[in-house]
């Protein structure tokens, strides 16, 4: 199998890299072995499959792993954020330096791209979840308007339970909003609603 696989890919990409577990970096090794051209991407601040035996403390595992013997696997950073201004990244530095800290990898905060903006950070602290909505919804309407020439917004969240009230203050304010990805989909009212009737003729 390994013979297999090595004929058909000359190098290797492991993209997410802080996702993968003990077991899956010795099976990629076993495949590919030491010197193999194969290189990982991993973020040790997005380690958060825990759950699943995922670590980013196996980036040292790879270059054990995949070093030629004797040698060095060399690690790049990638530090430059090509997609947010200045003052965002200096937010998300200060939150995540815990984590840099708290790691045995090392990692080089986020640096802005050439050119960057200023940018600003705006924060808000509600009793409720409806309340968050409201004001999320109230945020977004204030700075987008149909004929704004293609301007779009994306609200990340918690927790999936948030995907309803979030895009109902969102729809109400007269903002259009969708929800990526199928978790989201089978939270609409009209889904619940199509499930529902469905099981309850399948039963």
Sequence with gaps: ?????????????LDEFQDTSVAQLGLMADIFGRGYAVTAVVDPNQAIYSWTGASADSLDGFREAFSDLGGEVPVYSLATSWRNDSTILDAANTLSRPLREASRVHVEPLTERPGAGTGSVTGIVTATEAQEAQEIASWITQRWSPTAGGLTAAVLLRTRRQFTPIVQALRDAGVPAEVVGLSGLLRAPEIVDLRSALTVAHD
Excluded: N, P
Excluded at 1 to 13: Q, W
């Design 1 to 13: 199998i390994g013979e297999s696989f090595r004929a058909r890919h000359k190098a290797v990409l």
